[in-house]
C-alpha cells in the first residue's frame, strides 16, 4: 500500500511539473542579426527558461555559442546563459552533412508577466541576436507612419527623369527598432552615372534616418540593411521615404516562418515614384534571365554560342510574357520589361564568358584545369552575332534609367561598340550617359579627365554633365594634391628576380616581424571596404611588431594605385603580370582580397580569400604575434 502511494505521488508530481512549463511553438520574432539560428520553440516553467534552437549552416562547417549569452526580458533584466543541451558554450559545433542540426540553450526561469525577450550572444561582432521573441505567440500590430499609410498615384507610364545637378533627399525608419540593432548601413547608387558610389547611413535611437544625396537624374539605389537588399529610386530635388519592416524581412528568410501567412510588405515607400516602386516590391517579380543561376549553368552545359544566344533569347521572351499577364499599371510593367531587356543584352554580350563559367562548373575544374581549358579553348563569335542588340531599343530610351542593371551597360565599351554596331548610330540617351559614366568611372579610379573627354561631354545635349564632371574632376585634383602631402606608405620594386623566388624576396626583407599581406585591386570593391575597415585597427595595433604588405598587378592601373595608396599605410608593391600569374598560381589563388598571416620565420600560418571581418583578422594577427 505504501509504495502504491508513493507511485501515485510520484505520477502526480510528475503532472504537475509538466502542467507548470508551459511550451511556445514557433514563436515570431522582429529583428534578428543572421539567419543561422532559429528558436524552434521556447519552454517556460518555474526552474529554468529553455531555448530549443534548429541550425541552419554549411555543412562541415562550424557555429559557436558564446558562454556569455543571455536573455533580455520585456522587463529589461537579464538572464545569463547557464548550459547548452547538445551544444557547449565556447566550443566550435560542428554540422553535419544535412546543413541542420537541433539543441537547446537553458537560462533562468522568467517572471510571470514577460512578454518578450531578446536573445543576445552580446556585442561583438558577428554576434548571434534575436529581438522580440514574442512568448504570446504574436507580435504587436505594426505602427505605420503617416507617409507609409498615404495612397500613391497610380501612374499610366513613366515620366521622363529630369537632368539636372541637385540632391536627392532620403528620410526612412527602421520599425521596431531597438537599441543595439545595427546603427548604420551602406547605400549603392545603381544610376546610369553616379555622382557618388556608396553612401553610408547613420541610424538614430530612434530608427530614422536622413541623408541629401546628390545626384544628377533619376538614380536607382540599393540599401543593405545587413540582411536584406532594398531597392528604390532617387532624383534631383526629390524626396524618397523608405519604412524598412524588419519583422517581415526576417519572416521571408526564416526557414521556419516563411511559409506562414502575411499581409505586411518587407518595405512601404512613400514620396518620389512610391506607387512603382512599392508595385515592384510587391509582386517581387526576377527580372534577371539567371535568377536561378545554378539551374542557368545546368542548361547550358555543352552548348555552343548560337544555342546558349537562342536559350537568353527564349528565356526573355518567357519573361516579357509574364509580365504583360501580371496584374499591375503600366508604369510598373515599363519598368519591369526595361529591366528583362537589360538582363538579356548584359548575358548576350558575355557569351564567352559565360561559357567558360558552365564548363568550368559543370565538369568541376581546378586549379590548373582552368587555365588550361581557357588557355586552349577561345569562344571567337561571328562578326553578326550581337546584331540582335538592334531587338533591345529600349536600352536607348529614358525609361532604361530606371533600371538599376543599366550601370552595366552604360559602363560597358564592349556593349557601347556592339550597340552602336546593331543600332546603326551612336545618337541617343544611353550613348550620352555611357559617355559621362565612363568619365566619372575614371575619377572614381584616380583618373583626372583629359581635355578631349571634356570636349566629347561639351558637344552632350545638357551643360548638366559638364557641370558635374568639372566638380568631380576638381575634388579628384585636390585629392591628389593632399596625397602628396601624406606619409604612411611605401612604394616598392620588387626587383629583378625569378617568379620562382619572388615571394621569398619581397618578404625577406622584413624577416623576424609578423606580416599581413594582402593580395589586392584598386577595382576590387571589397578590397577597397576592407582596408578602409582595417584602419582602427592597424591603429590599435601600431605599437606591435606587424608589417603591412600590398600587392598588386597590372590590371590595376598604375596612375589609380599610386593615387590611393597613400590612404593605404603600408608596404606596397605592383608587380608584373607574369609575376602575378605566377603568384596566383603558387598560393591557389582564385579572387581578391586574399590575404596570408606569415610569423617572424617566414611561414605562412592563415590564408583566407575574402575579408573575414576585422574582429577575425585581429584574432589571427594576435595568434601569431603571441606564438
Avoid at 449 to 467: D, F, G, M, R
Avoid at 477 to 505: C, H, P, Q, R, Y
Wanted: charged content about 25%.
Amino acid at each position: 500500500m505504501k509504495q502504491l502511494v508513493l507511485i501515485v505521488c510520484f505520477l502526480l508530481n510528475v503532472a504537475y511539473t509538466q502542467a507548470q512549463e508551459r511550451m511556445i511553438e514557433q514563436p515570431p520574432f522582429s529583428n534578428w542579426s543572421s539567419t543561422s539560428i532559429e528558436v524552434d520553440k521556447v519552454a517556460l516553467s518555474d526552474t529554468a527558461t529553455v531555448l530549443h534552437i534548429k541550425a541552419f549552416y554549411r555543412p562541415k562547417n562550424w557555429i559557436k555559442i558564446a558562454s556569455g549569452s543571455f536573455l533580455k526580458g520585456s522587463d529589461g533584466e537579464l538572464y545569463p546563459l547557464r548550459h547548452g543541451i547538445g551544444i557547449t558554450p565556447d566550443q566550435k559545433f560542428w554540422m553535419p552533412e544535412s546543413g541542420q542540426a537541433e539543441f537547446k540553450l537553458v537560462f533562468p526561469p522568467l517572471p510571470k508577466d514577460i512578454t518578450s525577450i531578446d536573445f543576445s550572444e552580446g556585442d561583438t561582432e558577428g554576434a548571434f541576436k534575436i529581438w522580440g521573441i514574442q512568448l504570446d505567440g504574436k507580435l504587436p500590430k505594426l505602427k505605420l507612419p503617416a507617409e507609409a499609410t498615404e495612397r500613391t498615384k497610380k501612374l499610366t507610364t513613366l515620366p521622363t527623369p529630369k537632368i539636372e545637378k541637385g540632391k536627392a533627399l532620403l528620410e526612412g525608419q527602421i520599425l521596431d527598432f531597438e537599441p543595439g540593432m545595427s546603427s548604420k548601413f551602406t547605400i549603392y547608387l545603381r544610376g546610369a552615372v553616379n555622382l557618388e558610389q556608396k553612401v553610408d547611413i547613420k541610424v538614430n535611437d530612434n530608427g530614422q534616418f536622413s541623408s541629401e544625396i546628390p545626384v544628377i537624374t533619376t538614380t536607382p539605389a540599393t540599401l543593405y540593411t545587413g540582411i536584406e537588399a532594398i531597392d528604390f529610386l532617387l532624383a534631383p530635388g526629390e524626396k524618397t521615404n523608405l519604412f524598412i519592416n524588419q519583422r517581415e524581412i526576417c519572416r521571408r528568410q526564416s526557414k521556419l516562418h516563411k511559409d506562414k501567412k502575411s499581409n505586411e510588405a518587407n518595405v512601404y515607400y512613400g514620396g518620389y515614384l512610391a506607387g512603382p516602386s512599392g508595385e515592384i516590391a510587391k509582386l517581387n517579380f526576377k527580372t534577371n534571365i539567371d535568377d536561378d543561376y545554378p539551374q542557368f549553368i545546368k542548361d547550358l552545359k555543352d552548348k555552343n554560342a548560337e544555342e546558349v544566344k537562342a536559350y537568353i533569347l527564349n528565356k526573355h521572351k518567357e519573361k516579357l510574357r509574364q509580365i504583360d499577364a501580371l496584374k499591375a499599371t503600366k508604369a510598373c510593367k515599363e519598368m519591369l520589361c526595361c529591366a528583362v531587356d537589360a538582363s538579356a543584352a548584359s548575358l548576350l554580350t558575355f557569351v564567352p564568358g559565360i561559357m567558360q563559367r558552365v564548363h568550368i562548373t559543370n565538369y568541376k575544374l581546378k586549379d590548373e584545369q582552368v587555365n588550361e581549358y581557357i588557355k586552349n579553348n577561345p569562344v571567337n563569335l561571328p562578326d553578326d552575332f550581337l546584331n540582335v542588340l538592334r531587338d533591345f531599343p529600349s536600352l536607348n530610351t529614358t525609361q532604361a534609367m530606371y533600371v538599376p542593371l543599366y550601370m552595366r551597360l552604360t559602363g560597358s565599351p564592349m556593349f557601347r561598340t556592339a550597340f552602336s554596331k546593331a543600332l546603326g548610330t551612336d545618337k541617343g540617351i544611353y550613348f550620352e550617359l555611357s559617355t559621362v559614366a565612363d568619365v566619372l568611372n575614371g575619377i572614381n579610379d584616380f583618373t583626372p579627365v583629359t581635355e578631349e573627354q571634356l570636349a566629347k561631354i561639351s558637344a552632350l545635349s545638357t551643360p548638366v554633365y559638364l557641370e558635374a564632371v568639372k566638380e568631380k574632376n576638381d575634388e579628384l585634383l585636390a585629392k591628389i594634391e593632399e596625397n602628396k602631402k601624406k606619409t604612411g606608405f611605401t612604394i616598392n620594386e620588387a626587383g629583378e628576380v625569378s617568379n620562382e623566388d619572388l615571394f621569398a624576396s619581397i618578404i625577406s626583407k622584413y624577416r623576424g616581424h609578423t606580416l599581413l599581406v594582402d593580395f589586392w585591386a584598386t577595382w576590387c570593391g571589397p578590397c577597397r571596404m576592407a582596408n578602409k575597415a582595417m584602419i582602427p585597427m592597424k591603429e590599435e595595433l601600431k605599437d606591435r611588431d606587424i608589417v603591412y604588405i600590398y600587392l598588386t598587378g597590372e590590371t590595376s592601373p598604375k596612375g589609380t594605385w599610386e593615387n590611393m595608396i597613400p590612404d593605404i599605410h603600408g608596404e606596397h608593391f605592383r608587380v608584373t603580370a607574369d609575376q602575378w600569374s605566377y603568384l596566383m598560381n603558387s598560393f591557389q589563388i582564385r579572387g581578391v582580397p586574399t590575404y596570408l598571416l606569415v610569423d617572424r620565420e617566414g611561414n605562412i600560418t592563415y590564408k583566407t580569400t575574402g575579408f573575414p571581418g576585422v574582429d577575425k583578422m585581429k584574432s589571427e594577427l594576435l595568434k601569431v604575434l603571441n606564438k
